[in-house]
């Protein structure tokens, strides 16, 4: 019988021992997790029962259990497939709803979450702005006349209901508008400034209003109306105001040109218009009623300084 030294015996012993303790371990890996059912975006009635779904896997273990969560509640943990839950006649809401897999080393996956909603969503308020008219406008009047103007506004529900538009300056109501295009006429509108809103309400009773545009209306300058007389050669030898006052000395000698021209206009003067001048000559081209545009000309013709603005008429 053969005698095997000890020493030998235990090297072949623990050997293989030591070998595999020397072998490193493999690292883990997370399992993988998501959420089946139910849909994204999914609307439930009041009282309804919920199923809740999850698909779950691990490459390098097993799967040791799949919770369900709404936010940081745990709903309901399943430890073996089908990884499924019933929740039951959760309370009208807006919930948002992941899984977590744990595997058999600890690790854990949490899902990508979905949102759902339970019973009536909860109604979103209208939005609205002024789009006309601009901030800022400034609006001059002439005396006597009156300023009229359109309001516009864009509103809409993002529930998809119908809005109603109420137009205000300051706290005082103008008017409403109950369908696009959202427009009111305002009428004789008064001088001043004025804070222009618009106020946006849903079937619903929610309500927006409008960012505040300012705009100003203000008389325009006063304008005088002045004749120009004309010799039979076309020269501008005269001007008179309406009253007949003479407001220049003429550049020749005139025995007519002493007192405001006694024909009356063929045309009505413009009280928009600012100054005067002649059209395109230094000579009047033609009898009748012409709104001149700049003051400039007549000066020099005629040796008179005439208020800007003015309006004046060849006759």
């Not at 019933?86 to 996956?109: F, H, S």
């Not at 000579?283 to 007549?298: E, F, L």
Request: proline share 10%; hydrophobic share 35%; aromatic share 4%.
């Amino acid at each position: 019988m053969n005698s095997w030294p000890i020493s030998l015996v235990l090297a072949q012993i623990l050997t293989p021992t030591f070998a595999q303790a020397a072998k490193p371990s493999p690292t883990n890996q997370s399992p993988t997790v998501s959420l089946t059912a139910p849909a994204d975006g999914a609307v439930y009635p009041d009282g309804a029962e919920i199923e809740l779904t999850a698909q779950a896997s691990d490459a390098d273990g097993r799967i040791r259990h799949v919770r369900f969560h709404q936010g940081d509640q745990r709903l309901h943990s399943v430890a073996h497939p089908p990884y499924s839950h019933t929740w039951k006649k959760p309370p009208p809401g807006r919930y948002i709803l992941t899984a977590v897999a744990t595997d058999n080393q600890g690790a854990e996956t949490t899902s990508a979450p979905i949102t759902i909603s339970v019973g009536a969503p909860a109604n979103q308020s209208p939005t609205v702005s002024l789009t006309a008219p601009a901030d800022g406008a400034v609006y001059r009047v002439n005396p006597g006349a009156t300023l009229d103007l359109g309001l516009t506004a864009a509103a809409a529900d993002p529930d998809g209901g119908s809005v109603q538009v109420a137009f205000l300056d300051g706290p005082t109501l103008l008017g409403t508008a109950s369908a696009a295009p959202y427009v009111l006429p305002w009428n004789n509108v008064a001088p001043g400034s004025h804070a222009l809103t618009a106020r946006a309400t849903d079937t619903q009773g929610a309500s927006t209003t409008s960012a505040p545009i300012t705009i100003t209306v203000a008389e325009a300058p006063a304008t005088t109306l002045y004749f120009i007389e004309a010799d039979h050669l076309g020269t501008p030898r005269l001007i008179a105001d309406a009253t007949g006052k003479r407001s220049g000395a003429g550049t020749t000698a005139n025995p007519s040109a002493t007192a405001r021209p006694t024909r009356t206009p063929t045309g009505t003067a413009s009280a928009s218009s600012s100054t005067c001048a002649f059209r395109g000559s230094t000579s009047i081209k033609r009898r009748g009623c012409i709104i001149i545009t700049s003051v400039t000309t007549i000066r020099a013709l005629v040796g008179t300084s005439l208020p800007t603005p003015s309006v004046c008429v060849v006759d």
